[in-house]
């Protein structure tokens, strides 16, 4: 870190922030400038207590990182792209993956008659809500075990792996039985706990963004799964919160190349709850294709108009169909399979 002291201190004065950034286990470099000194600590700050309480001290002006905070996620831990692979699905390599289904499971019929659409125009990975956070605690919350056993019952007939929401510490290792992927919500992005039970399954994990959430912060929340031993994570941006009432939420495209730089895992976009729009799921595909993202998360239902949960931003079977036909030159354009 980087220590930047006020000017005109006395040799006594200094001298006490070296002697406490060497208690603090750091090893002090002190660079004398014609107005400023500057102190640079160096040390892990994952043995070491952090030096921003200095920022405290009368003596110091700022107290600066070096290093990136998200140390597992970053590019500088692992400069090379990760990819997550789950029943022989590759996300992150050249394949363009999607990953579709219904926003709730709703019954046997349902799930099945989507599942096969979906896999026949080209989706390589089945989503399904079995536990849903709702708003309200009126609205349909999901049909829990049964909705997991129904997506089980989907992957065998269809070959697709599934991809589902965890919602509970206290259902961890039941989704983890059933499921290939854990999705973790946007209501419980920093619910770090949950992350902790999420990472430890050791099935791959999704991590959507939170409603209002900071992209250090997200970053920071895809930490918690990496130190729990688990490589195998995927961030996922399905649009923030803000002062726009024509969309649901406002799909922020600019995380792409921006977790691209930052981070070497995996990048998904979820169109459907980005805008709240089927209308617009295509046009932000085409975006995120073109941006560099590596899988998308879409939301289809037989009949949209009769769905339990979202039905404004689920496609159709037919309309998904045709948008996989639509986007194939955007994904050879982009060099993607």
């Not at 405290?56 to 400069?79: D, F, G, N, T, Y």
């Not at 499971?105 to 080209?122: H, N, R």
């Not at 509970?168 to 902790?196: K, P, T, W």
């Amino acid at each position: 870190m980087i220590i930047v002291l006020k000017p005109n201190l006395s040799r006594k004065e200094e001298a006490a922030v070296l002697a406490e950034i060497k208690r603090l286990g750091y090893t002090p470099h002190v660079m004398r400038g014609v107005a400023r000194t500057v102190v640079g600590a160096i040390g892990d700050e994952r043995e070491h207590a952090s030096l921003e309480a200095l920022n405290a001290w009368p003596q110091v002006e700022s107290v600066m990182r070096v290093q990136k905070r998200h140390k597992l996620v970053s590019r500088e831990a692992h400069p090379q792209n990760s990819t997550v692979t789950t029943r022989g699905v590759v996300i992150g390599g050249p394949k363009f993956v999607v990953m579709a289904g219904p926003c709730s499971v709703e019954s046997e019929t349902q799930l099945m008659k989507t599942a096969e659409a979906v896999a026949k125009a080209g989706a390589t990975v089945l989503r399904g809500g079995a536990f849903k956070p709702r708003t309200s605690p009126y609205e349909f919350q999901g049909l829990g075990e049964k909705g997991l056993k129904l997506l089980a019952k989907a992957r065998k007939a269809t070959g697709l792996p599934i991809i589902t929401e965890l919602l509970s510490e206290d259902h961890a290792e039941m989704v983890a039985e059933y499921a290939d992927i854990l999705q973790i919500g946007a209501r419980n992005a920093q619910n770090f706990q949950l992350l902790i039970a999420a990472a430890k399954t050791g099935k791959p994990v999704l991590l959507k963004r939170g409603l209002a959430m900071k992209i250090e912060e997200w970053l920071l929340a895809g930490e918690y799964v990496l130190a729990n031993n688990n490589r195998d994570l995927m961030f996922c941006e399905r649009g923030i919160r803000t002062f726009e009432t024509y969309t649901r939420n406002t799909l922020d495209l600019s995380t792409i190349p921006i977790v691209k730089r930052e981070s070497h895992c995996p990048i998904v976009i979820d169109p459907s709850q980005g805008g709240g729009r089927a209308d617009l799921v295509a046009s932000f595909c085409k975006g995120a294709i073109a941006m560099g993202a590596d899988a998308r998360l879409i939301e289809v239902h037989p009949n949209p108009a009769e769905a339990w949960s979202d039905g404004a931003q689920q496609l159709s079977l037919e309309g998904f169909a045709q948008l996989m036909g639509e986007l194939k030159p955007f994904i050879a354009a982009a060099g993607r399979e």
